[in-house]
């Protein structure tokens, strides 16, 4: 039996592709992409990355209004795309196709408006939440805790609700009719405490990956979904046991054996529908979907059964399906602009992970994650995360050296910036120490006789050069002292 304050450690591995939103954008005046890279790059990293030239040409660039000031910004900023790279924050990894479609759009006009105003190629690309520290990509524990809700509540609906389901329903009426309470300070799921998830890969694989989500239908159609695509950072597939987090109960209305048979209950059907759906359609790879048919079929039905583990969905695009419940579903149907949207009870398109806008084939449906919870032998499901992740392992030297050359690098400019500070550092100091000198001469000249100044400045000479030939400069001025001196007074 659960006990109070009782904390379990679970594991998450990533079926598919996730795309957990954070408001934040890369814009392509913080990024560059090069060679199947994105590089993206603070303000701070941007000044430090140019000339003194170069910062006076952006700040030009940064006074033109309009579109074509953009236009400029974004062609200058991908002009100097090779020093950049050498101060990116992080670097993550994206198709040829992507590269293609970006180099084709950056600096460009996209399109004209009716009123005849350019539309520049925003090229903007939605980051997944992230540690600011490290860059990483982290699953929020409300998003996971968003899944197991909905999973919990889908549970609950087992009766015929007493009020009808549509699009002016209250969500919380719902949720408070299902879980029996009347406010959010007594939702039992408040006592559910669930961390956020860290990315901790035990290869130390890269983290995120940049894809085109695209929109397909979810049935044979001649009027295929073209068009509706949109850019996203998301943490890849196949990753094995990376990312972590603490499921933390504080009171035992559910135990975790609940979570696992609500979650699975809900969720695994889904997965096995949507697999069949996309092999009748053609648009994944066939292998890949029929392996992970056969786990779910044989090692992943085990560890379901015994409580191990449990399937969720979480992040964008995940599907109206696994955000609404059984029987009461009411899924707004978009019919074109003028036209009013219709809900129905299942969706009509899906959203798939592609490297190209216009793929049709070896497509991943997002956000389906694997929990596992204490010890179990989950051997083939890891064997086959990791031979399709494949090429991520190949890709992975190539970013550990780019990271130490990045290092070495900014360590030598760092260097070379130290040196220069101080060089200059000792030139100032050098200038203060002579135009202290040059000031306590003249307070020291202007109480001197006009005798006293000679024996002074001819002092002051001998410091400053002791080679006293016959012919040099300093013997003649001496010659010339002595010379005055025969008509001196003896005071």
Sequence with gaps: MMKFLDTTRCTISTLSPVHIGCGEDYYPTNYVIDDLLLHHFSEEGLIAALTPAEKIGLSKIGDEQGDNGIRKLQEFIHSKKDKLQNHATHSVSLSKELETFYKSRIGQTSQRENNGRNVNNQLNIARHAFNPYNQTPYFAGSSIKGAI?????????????????????PSNKLQQHLFGHTSIQSDPLRLLKISDATYSHVDNLHSAEIRFAVNRKNKPSKFEAKGLNQLLECLPAHRSRALTFDLTFLENRWTLRDIC???????????????????TLNLCNAQWAQSLEKLLANELTDAFRENKAF???????????????????????????????????????????????????????????LVEIDDFKFDKTHEFLKNYAAKDYALQTRLQNL????????????????????????????ERLREEAKQAKVAKMATLSDEQKLIFELQADFQADQNCQANGVLNQKLVGVIKQAVNWSSE
């Design 149 to 169: 809700r909905t999973a919990l509540l889908n549970n609950n609906n087992n009766e015929r609700l007493p009020f009808p389901v549509n699009e002016k329903t």
């Design 261 to 279: 048979n609500a979650c699975n209950e809900f969720f695994v059907p889904q997965l096995e529908k949507e697999l069949e759906m996309l092999q």
């Design 311 to 369: 399937l969720l969905r979480v992040g964008q695009h995940g599907g109206a399906e696994s955000n609404t419940l059984d029987s009461v579903r009411h899924i707004k149907i978009m019919q074109g602009k003028g036209n009013a949207p219709k809900y129905m009870d299942k969706p009509t398109t899906v959203w798939l992970a592609a490297d190209n806008k216009d793929q049709n084939d070896n497509l991943l449906p997002f956000g389906w994650v």
């Design 403 to 430: 990271a130490m050359q990045r290092s070495e690098s900014l360590a030598k400019e760092q260097q070379k910036r130290e040196r220069e500070a101080q060089q200059e550092a000792e030139a100032i100091e050098k």
